[in-house]
């Protein structure tokens, strides 16, 4: 993308105001490891070793686990799934830096045509609304009304959440818009209409359904969420908005909007939108939902930027606990001290606060387990712990539990809790927890050498001798030291190399760019942005990959030499004719022949 001169100077400004170190420890715990920091990485289910790598030098990082990589604008395009502009944009609100006007005609409208987009939909959203809080309100709304009655929900929630309802009808909220002005291509693309085989249009909630509007953190109307009266339908009890421009199921959270305001210091997390409206109805003003499916690590993601503490509020069947489980192990991956609320007699949130009050619900909060206690109950209701066996049993699922614990006085006190239980040592359980710990790492070791050895295949076309793994190795420290050190760029060119002499295309492309650099000169930003997102990760893999060595120069003789090395055995291979061709081709097929009676002759005269 050709930019203007003053646009780079605000994107090398937006770079240097946004310290990379700073801005991921914001997303994780950084540890210092030499010159360099290490992370778990929070774009990935990276749990115990620290893939992620960070230069403070270079103002770049490199995940070896998920293969991401580049500048701290890249780490936010992927934290936050954003585009380039918007994470430069979401940067340069971080460092108060006022966005210029950038970019090429083209790309300005490019950019402006998204952003109408997006607020058409908005505005469509917005006024689809409004039709559904004016028919809940009608005639036809009555059913609808009369059901969020018995419900317990009051006008002022209604107004406060504005539910509506969407009457039957193939075509009413198409026609209605439509009458606003909106196409129905546009009605669709908000994901309000549904397209039949003949081309034709009609409402995507047309049954009769209460409406839920979900609106993002910044106050718009991103999608709804559409619930049956009748439980015996054949159609879905829930039905959401499709996947649009604006609305993505797994990164949002129904009630944030509201919640992000709590002083509470944590966030109640149910499962259903009745569940949030009852509490906040109640003055407890901090529950959220997700939208209609698990809880992803994308919604954990974006709860990290309001609070570190969250309480699972899920409801106490067997489906509740599994899902309770399943969040709880997100939650603790992205850092939240997580704890589970327990609801006695098969309640759900919305129907205790009816019963029992706000008053006890919240003594029902403040009585949550931590989600290690609450995994241990669970698992100690299958075992008979007095029966010796079963106690056996027992102890080691409590162990593999234990070996999840990252914090040491943590880990300690659940280890005596549970060795007193069990009626053995602390010590030996301890055993136990380390002997899993170690089995869990080999485990992991032996899959990220997999991952490896797959990838390495994949690179080199299923070639796996030692010398084209060296060659590709010596390729990589030799780019580095390129990108580094401009004597090894001289050097390099004054050895005749060039970017063809390179194995792999994309050590041949960063070659080609490195190469063109003037005064041998790198900008690793600038250098970055001449690469496609798929790409960069394996670009700042190279970049970072420096082998701690101080002098490069020197260090490269070897990496240089080998390539070059390569490239005259090429090419004396090129220079072979077609009869030195087929005398080697001979050459080798009496070898094997001689290999196989060789092998035959041992077969028959060392029998088994």
């Not at 092998?599 to 005269?605: D, E, R, S």
Request: charged share 30%.
């Amino acid at each position: 993308m050709a930019v203007s001169a003053d646009f780079q100077d605000f994107v090398d400004e937006v770079l240097e105001r946004n310290d990379i170190t700073e801005v991921i420890s914001e997303y994780a715990k950084l540890k210092r490891v030499g010159s360099r920091y290490a992370a778990l990485c929070p774009l990935h289910n990276d749990k115990k070793s620290p893939s992620l790598s960070i230069s403070p030098d270079k103002q770049l990082f490199h995940c070896f686990g998920c293969g991401a990589g580049g500048n701290v604008i890249h780490f936010i395009m992927a934290m936050e799934h954003l585009d380039f502009m918007d994470a430069l944009k979401y940067l340069a609100d971080r460092a108060r830096i006022p966005m210029p006007e950038q970019g090429s005609s083209t790309d300005r409208k490019r950019r402006e045509e998204t952003m109408d987009k997006k607020q058409k939909i908005y505005q469509i959203n917005a006024e689809a609304a409004r039709y559904f809080y004016r028919h809940l309100a009608g005639d036809e709304g009555k059913d609808a009304y009369a059901y969020l009655k018995e419900r317990g929900i009051t006008n002022a929630t209604i107004k406060m959440f504005g539910l509506g309802y969407a009457p039957a009808g193939w075509t009413r909220l198409l026609d209605y818009l439509k009458e606003k002005g909106y196409s129905e291509h546009d009605v669709f693309e908000a994901g309000l209409a549904k397209a039949r085989d003949n081309g034709s249009f009609y409402d995507a909630f047309y049954d009769g359904r209460v409406m839920f509007p979900i609106i993002n953190v910044q106050g718009n109307i991103i999608g709804f969420g559409g619930r049956i009266m009748q439980e015996n339908s054949n159609t879905g009890k829930y039905l959401n908005t499709p996947e649009t421009l604006v609305f993505k199921k797994k990164e949002n959270l129904f009630g944030l909007n509201l919640a992000k305001n709590s002083k509470a210091g944590r966030m109640l997390l149910m499962e259903g939108y009745m569940d949030v409206i009852s509490l906040h109805q109640a003055g407890i003003n901090n529950a959220i939902a997700s939208l209609g499916t698990a809880f992803t690590p994308e919604q954990a993601r974006l709860l990290k930027k309001y609070t570190s503490k969250a309480v699972l509020c899920y409801d106490a069947d067997d489906a509740g606990k599994k899902a309770a489980l399943r969040a709880g192990d997100i939650l603790t991956e992205q850092g939240f001290k997580t704890k589970v609320l327990t609801i006695t007699d098969g309640k759900d949130p919305d129907e205790f606060i009816k019963t029992k009050g706000p008053e006890m619900f919240q003594v029902l909060v403040e009585g949550a387990r931590p989600l290690i206690g609450y995994k241990i109950d669970a698992i100690k209701q299958h075992y008979d712990l007095n029966d010796t066996e079963q106690m056996l049993e027992f102890t080691e699922a409590a162990a593999g539990v234990l070996s999840e614990i990252n914090n040491e006085i943590e880990l300690e006190l659940y280890t005596k809790q549970i060795a007193k239980e069990a009626g053995i040592s602390p010590d030996t359980l301890s055993t136990q927890v380390k002997v899993l710990r170690r089995k869990q790492q080999q485990v992991k070791e032996r899959q990220e050498e997999r991952k490896e050895r797959k990838n390495f295949e994949e690179r080199t076309g299923g070639r796996r001798d030692l010398h084209e793994m060296g060659l590709k190795n010596a390729e990589r420290l030799l780019l580095n030291f390129m990108a580094e050190e401009p004597a090894v760029m001289k050097k390099v060119k004054e050895s005749g190399l060039t970017a063809e002499d390179f194995t792999e295309g994309i050590h041949r492309k960063l070659a080609e760019k490195l190469l063109a650099c003037p005064d041998d000169r790198v900008d690793g930003n600038a250098l970055l942005e001449q690469f496609s997102p798929e790409e960069i990760g394996v670009v700042a893999a190279i970049l970072l990959d420096d082998k701690n060595t101080e002098n490069k120069k020197e260090a490269s003789i070897q990496p240089l030499a080998k390539v070059l090395d390569a490239k005259q055995r090429i090419k004396q291979a090129e220079l072979l004719t077609n009869d030195d061709l087929h005398e080697l081709d001979k050459m080798l097929k009496q070898k094997e022949q001689e290999k196989r009676r060789n092998q035959t002759w041992k077969t028959k005269n060392n029998p088994q």
